[in-house]
């Protein structure tokens, strides 16, 4: 006759349904550090299972539960994003989702005292943790930088599409146009569709002593490629340099500035960046 031997927590939780609270010591862990709360010296563990687990970290619970067709689980959002993998029933991983930095917990705190890294550590387990939770990982990160992308562009063209010039100024919009094309007459550029001015008057920049150095006006251009049919909107200031007490050059120069532009949804758009915008609504 063979018999079965079950953990005293698994007995508990067939017989009356709860859960049982026991205390998991950190016994290693990488030198990158995960979360505060994933490498604190202990924690309670109140649930450990193949499918779910349930943690307390300085008094703050924490839940993971199994990954869809993947043997480890996911919990938490944002910086509390966590991957946990179960080694058994006295032991699992925490880990941030780039498995970068990790720490592994243990039922017996004297496992901290192996001498031998490699069971101490449960190395095995971990690169096998690795090997499934890496590629995940990489697959979600890239998935969310493709939505913020989208979402991004859909931003970006209801800015633009709103967006009036709050400067008339065509000699201005003049050279700028004489800027966009370039100085080689044999290259054609991208069409520009629009050209956008900021502000409604000039920017005087000065040195420390008060002197005029430079009058801008930050302008944004809106082109479609002309061999795609991609559309893009970037932003720079177009301006003219002061040649003395009232006067300026005739000739435009272009700055870029070391600034970001606000757009909705916290998005920010460096001077100089290019940033792509649906075609249809600015094509006649």
């Not at 200031?237 to 870029?256: A, C, H, I, R």
């Amino acid at each position: 006759m063979r018999f079965i031997m079950f953990s005293p927590c698994l007995v508990l939780l067939l017989a009356v349904g709860i859960n049982c609270q026991r205390t998991f010591y950190d016994v290693c862990e990488s030198n990158a550090q995960t979360y505060v709360d994933f490498q604190r010296e202990r924690i309670v563990v109140n649930r450990l299972t193949s499918d779910s687990v349930e943690f307390v970290s300085d008094r703050i619970t924490y839940t993971g539960n199994k990954v869809p067709a993947q043997e480890f689980m996911e919990g938490g959002k944002d910086d509390t994003h966590f991957y946990a993998y179960r080694v058994d029933d006295n032991s699992f991983f925490i880990a941030n989702p780039s498995l970068t930095a990790f720490a592994y917990y243990h039922a017996d705190k004297t496992k901290a005292d192996e001498t031998d890294n490699k069971r101490r550590c449960a190395v095995d387990a971990l690169n096998s943790f690795e090997a499934i939770a890496k590629p995940y990982g990489a697959k979600q990160r890239s998935a969310v930088i493709s939505d913020y992308e989208s979402r991004t562009k859909v931003v970006t063209t209801a800015y633009v599409k709103n967006l009036k010039s709050q400067k008339v100024d065509p000699n201005l919009e003049r050279d700028i146009m004489k800027w966009w094309k370039g100085p080689d007459p044999t290259k054609i550029p991208d069409p520009v569709l629009g050209i956008y001015f900021l502000t409604d008057d000039y920017w005087y920049t000065r040195n420390d002593y008060g002197t005029v150095l430079r009058k801008t006006v930050d302008a944004l251009i809106l082109w479609k490629e002309r061999t795609g049919t991609r559309c893009w909107m970037q932003w720079r200031s177009f301006g003219y340099e002061s040649l003395g007490p009232g006067v300026f050059d005739k000739n435009m120069s272009m700055w870029t500035k070391n600034a970001e532009l606000t757009l909705p949804e916290y998005r920010k758009l460096r001077a100089g960046d290019s940033s792509e915008v649906d075609c249809t609504p600015f094509l006649k």
